[in-house]
Structure formats: structure tokens, C-alpha cells
């Protein structure tokens, strides 16, 4: 009988794990994206940075410590495949993958030093039940794993089913998503005191998480800063 990794390399050798980026066959010890895509992956570099661009488009909104992005998604990037696949093919693993180099990151810089509790932002129970998952979660889960910070998911939850983001303006997408967050009742004992690291997959115009961090900072005296993998550029 072959032992476990030696079928698993013999499997990859007929049905090979492909870069899902660029479609390359995956080396053996590459996840999700071959070294190539991983070196061109346009990193932002703001999580060293307190007051960088996408910490600003909270300003004035809602008061959180810090926030950043992993990477920048501009229209036509390749990139962008990461993250359809993440919320539409049933890919959980690339948000496990996307966390851990985010957290990574975050694991060296001196804004995130104090973070005590990872919240990944929550879907619907009726959307997570189409998709399979949340993949905030999968995003948060991997960020976990790299700082050695807990995650919880029973923190924050969604009261209402709303309608997509997608194509709303930002007007739109704030009125779709205001008040429809709260805090599980036994929760807000749990953040007060805290410095809490809220995660989204992508940031647009932040309406979302702004809610999340608003909900979170009304229920407790507690810190809340914002990451997510990706922001729209």
C-alpha cells in the first residue's frame, strides 16, 4: 500500500493542483498561487503604515485604530480571480491562503502588536448556507494560524438578509447595510477592553465593515481595526 504522500504526488502528477492565478501546475510545496504570482502579487505594503490610504477612508466615519489591505485589485487584474473563487467556486482554501500571508504581515508590525481577538465580518445564515461557508471566516482563520491570535465567530451577527453590494453606489450600499449588525448578547463582555481585528475579503467603500466596527464599538468600550485581503483601486 503507498503511503499517503506518495499517491498524493501521484494524483498531482495526472490532475495537477494549478496556480489559480495564471493556471500554471502548482510545485509540490506550492498553495494556491505558483511563485511567480506570489512575487507579482501587488502588495500594499500599508500594514506598516497607520494612517495610509485605506485607514483614511474611515476617517470621520467611524473611529477605528488602524486598517489596511493585503494586496490592490484593479480592474482587469488577474488577481481579481482570487477572490471570485474564494466567494463563487467553492474555493475556501484560497482565503486560509490569503489570511495566512495577510497575517504574516500583520505578525511584524507594530499596529497590530496588541490585537487581542480576530472577527471575521459575518454573512447571513441564508447566504452561508448557498455559499458553503463564510469566507471571512476562511480569511480570518488563516490569519489566525500566522499570528497565533483566536478567532471568534460569535461575536457579531447579522439580524436582516440584505441584498448584494455589488453594484451599489456608496450611498446605496451604506443604507443596505445599516443597523442590520449586532452583538451577540453575551459578547459584549467578552470585546470590552479589547483591540479587535475586524476582517473582510475586499474593501470598496467600506460601508460594510463600517457598520461591523460601528456595531462592535457602540455595544463596548473595545478598539477595533480593519483588514481585508484585497482593496478596490
Not at 503507498?2 to 492565478?21: A, H, M, Q, R, T
Not at 482554501?93 to 504574516?104: E, S
Not at 459575518?122 to 482563520?141: C, M, T, V
Amino acid at each position: 500500500m503507498k503511503p499517503v504522500g506518495l499517491l498524493s504526488d501521484f494524483v498531482n502528477l495526472i490532475y495537477p493542483n494549478c496556480c489559480e492565478v495564471c493556471g500554471t501546475p502548482l510545485g509540490l510545496r506550492e498553495r494556491v498561487m505558483c511563485s511567480g504570482c506570489r512575487y507579482k502579487l501587488p502588495r500594499t505594503g500599508y500594514w506598516s503604515q497607520k494612517e495610509n490610504p485605506v485607514a483614511q477612508i474611515f476617517w470621520g466615519r467611524v473611529p477605528v485604530e488602524t486598517a489596511c489591505a493585503l494586496f490592490f485589485m484593479s480592474k482587469g487584474s488577474p488577481y481579481r480571480k482570487l477572490l471570485h473563487k474564494l466567494k463563487y467556486a467553492n474555493k475556501p482554501h484560497i482565503g486560509v491562503t490569503l489570511g495566512q500571508l495577510l497575517g504574516n504581515e500583520l505578525d511584524k508590525a507594530a499596529a497590530y502588536s496588541d490585537v487581542e481577538l480576530i472577527v471575521p465580518v459575518p454573512l447571513h445564515p441564508k447566504r452561508e448556507r448557498k455559499r458553503g461557508y463564510n469566507q471571512s471566516e476562511k480569511i480570518a482563520a488563516g490569519i489566525g494560524m500566522a499570528t497565533g491570535k483566536p478567532v471568534r465567530t460569535d461575536v457579531i451577527f447579522r439580524r436582516q438578509y440584505n441584498e448584494t453590494q455589488t453594484k451599489k453606489t456608496r450611498e446605496e450600499r451604506w443604507s443596505n447595510v445599516a443597523e442590520i449588525f449586532a452583538v451577540h448578547p453575551h459578547a459584549a463582555a467578552l470585546i470590552a477592553g479589547k483591540h479587535i481585528l475586524l476582517v473582510d475579503d475586499v474593501l470598496t467603500t467600506g460601508s460594510t465593515v463600517e457598520a461591523c466596527a460601528a456595531t462592535m464599538l457602540n455595544a463596548a468600550a473595545c478598539r477595533v481595526s480593519v483588514v481585508t485581503v484585497a482593496v478596490a483601486k
